[in-house]
């Protein structure tokens, strides 16, 4: 449903998922909360007030109307001076091709940019790119992002997970052809694909969800995504051939497997050292897959298998919050589109074999 200030919509029982137009901001909330915010953005002030008052019997509404105010209230973006700087010493580069599509990007040492070489290793060339090319240097205590030659943005070093989450999305862009306004979601999560069904695998950091996608992939699953799953306006996810990061402390999940029919790239980021793996076999496609199965991992060693759907409102508080929702109306309509159709499990595992026989009664 739509108003002029609100996109919203029931995600179960007792949850909607709202997005409020003039702020920018997603949230789940309550059906009482919702009635709430409704009233607030349809009414003045002082109408507002008289609500609450009739309604709620409230007699001093302050609280409310502050948080609802900040609700409303859009961040402001801090304008960036289109401004290049004079001969930045750019002494690193990484060239990688996709699809015969060749990209560069250029750096200094102020960024640890091995967490998207590692993604990208398997697809490594020895040529520079002069026409898809990105350049990233810091200056005043800010990375700043060129793309052939345009200035994207400036990070400060607490937020480079977003310049190079920007980075990934423009590479995206480019390799479906599809333009920014045509995407709906970046989510934090991996895909596999077998028999007409995909699955995207979500959990926290060492959940093991990534370790879990790569022992799918040995078992015949076809590797769509790693960490970055690329949602169009349509509900579809797009294939990314980029590679599976297992972390040192869930390499022991691994350890009595062989990997080699997959590419092998060992290097230290700023989460520490990480495998990077990617399946040998893997076609390269452009191509989108239909994904309506959500799995919250969970390994834990000797435990048996558990499985139980999850508690929707939990699961997307923090895939929202873990994630990036393109800001527009038509991207939101399509991300609750697909929230309302999609099924939800936690999973705890210690023996993929458990999640295969699963897998295969969907």
């Known amino acids: 449903m739509e108003n002029k200030s609100l996109i919203f919509d ?34 003045t002030k002082t109408e507002f007030k008289q ?24 961040e402001k973006n801090k304008s960036v ?3 290049f700087l004079k001969n930045p010493i750019l002494s690193n580069k990484f060239s990688f091709e996709i699809e015969n599509s060749t990209y560069t990007i250029l750096h ?18 020895n040529k520079i790119s002069k026409n898809q ?30 310049l ?8 995206i862009y480019k390799y479906h052809n599809l333009d920014e306004k045509k995407w709906s979601a970046f989510l934090h999560g991996s895909i596999v694909h077998k028999s007409n069904k995909s699955f995207l695998l979500i959990g926290n950091s060492g959940s093991g969800k990534t370790s879990l996608a ?16 690329a949602m169009n306006n349509d509900g579809y996810f797009g294939h990314f051939p980029n590679a599976l990061s297992i972390k040192k402390s869930n390499s022991s999940i691994l350890k009595n497997y062989s990997f080699k029919n997959f590419y092998q790239f060992n290097t230290k980021t700023y989460k520490g050292d990480i495998t ?49 929702l393109i800001r527009r109306n038509k991207s939101i309509k399509s991300f609750i589109k697909w929230v309302k159709k999609v099924e939800f499990y936690d999973i705890i595992y210690s023996n993929e074999e458990d999640v295969l026989d699963f897998i295969n009664t969907i």
């Open 10 to 43: 029931k995600i179960d029982d007792d949850n909607h998922l709202i997005y409020i137009k003039k702020s920018e901001k997603i949230l789940i909330v309550s059906d009482l909360n919702l009635s709430i915010i409704k009233k607030y953005f349809s009414k």
């Open 51 to 74: 609500f609450l008052k009739n309604k709620y019997k409230l007699k001093d509404s302050t609280h409310i109307l502050k948080d609802l105010s900040q609700l409303a209230k859009k």
């Open 81 to 83: 001076k289109k401004k």
């Open 108 to 125: 200094d040492d102020s960024v640890n940019m091995n967490d998207i070489f590692g993604q990208l290793n398997h697809l490594k060339i």
């Open 133 to 162: 090319c990105f350049m990233l240097y810091t200056k005043n205590k800010k990375t700043y992002l060129h793309y052939n030659n345009k200035l994207l943005g400036s990070w400060k070093l607490k937020e480079i997970h977003f």
């Open 164 to 171: 190079k989450g920007k980075i990934l999305s423009l590479i």
């Open 214 to 229: 790569t022992l799918l992939v040995k078992h015949g699953f076809k590797l769509i995504c790693d960490d970055t799953a």
């Open 276 to 324: 990077y793996l990617y399946p040998k076999k893997n076609e390269i496609l452009r191509k989108f897959y239909s994904c309506n199965h959500v799995f919250k991992v969970k390994y834990n060693k000797n435990s048996d298998f558990k499985i139980s759907e999850s508690n929707k409102n939990e699961v997307l508080q923090e895939l929202v919050n873990d994630s990036f």
